[in-house]
C-alpha cells in the first residue's frame, strides 16, 4: 500500500492534467473574417466562430480584436447559432471610423454561459486582418503636473 506522502501529490497531478486537458478541448475555436483585406474602418465586420463543442442554450461567444500595435479593443458578440448545431456563430458589429489602420489581430475569445456575467476565456488565435483607415497621429508620452 502507497504511503499518504505519495497518494495525494499523484491525485493532484492526475486532476491538475485532467484540468489541463480539458480546457485544451474547449480551445479549439477557429476565426475567420469573409473578407479580411476589404475591412474598413467605420464599416461592417463579420467574423465567423465555430466551436469544438455545441454551445448550451443561452451561452454566447464574445470575440476582442483591436490593433496589433496600440489598445483599441473592440469586443463584438455572436447572436442566435448561425445552425442546428449550436457549434457555428457569427459576431458582428461596425468599426469605428477613427480604427487604427494597419494589421488588426483577435485577443481573445470569451464563452458566457447562461446567466453568467463572467466570460471563461477560450484563448487566443492567430488570424489577423488588415483595416484600412486614414492614419493619424497617437501619443507617445504625456506630461503631468499638479496644480493647487
Known amino acids: 500500500m502507497k504511503?499518504?506522502?505519495?497518494?495525494?501529490?499523484?491525485?493532484?497531478?492526475?486532476?491538475?492534467?485532467?484540468?489541463?486537458?480539458a480546457l485544451h478541448a474547449q480551445?479549439?475555436?477557429?476565426?475567420?473574417s469573409p473578407n479580411p483585406n476589404q475591412v474598413e474602418a467605420g464599416g461592417p465586420i463579420s467574423i465567423h466562430i465555430t466551436f469544438d463543442k455545441p454551445l448550451p442554450e443561452g451561452a454566447y461567444a464574445r470575440?476582442?480584436?483591436?490593433?496589433?500595435n496600440v489598445t483599441q479593443w473592440i469586443p463584438l458578440s455572436t447572436g442566435d447559432p448561425d445552425d442546428a448545431s449550436r457549434t457555428a456563430f457569427t459576431a458582428k458589429g461596425v468599426l469605428p471610423a477613427?480604427?487604427?489602420?494597419?494589421?488588426?489581430?483577435?485577443r481573445n475569445v470569451w464563452l458566457f454561459l447562461p446567466g453568467s456575467v463572467q466570460g471563461q476565456s477560450l484563448g487566443h488565435n492567430n488570424a489577423t486582418f488588415q483595416v484600412k483607415g486614414k492614419e493619424f497621429?497617437?501619443?507617445?508620452?504625456?506630461e503631468i503636473t499638479v496644480t493647487k
Open 98 to 106: 477613427n480604427s487604427v489602420p494597419g494589421k488588426w489581430v483577435f
Open 137 to 142: 497621429p497617437i501619443p507617445s508620452k504625456a
Open 3 to 21: 504511503s499518504p506522502k505519495f497518494v495525494i501529490p499523484s491525485v493532484l497531478a492526475i486532476l491538475f492534467l485532467a484540468g489541463l486537458f
Open 63 to 68: 470575440v476582442e480584436i483591436s490593433p496589433e
Open 27 to 32: 480551445q479549439n475555436v477557429s476565426i475567420q
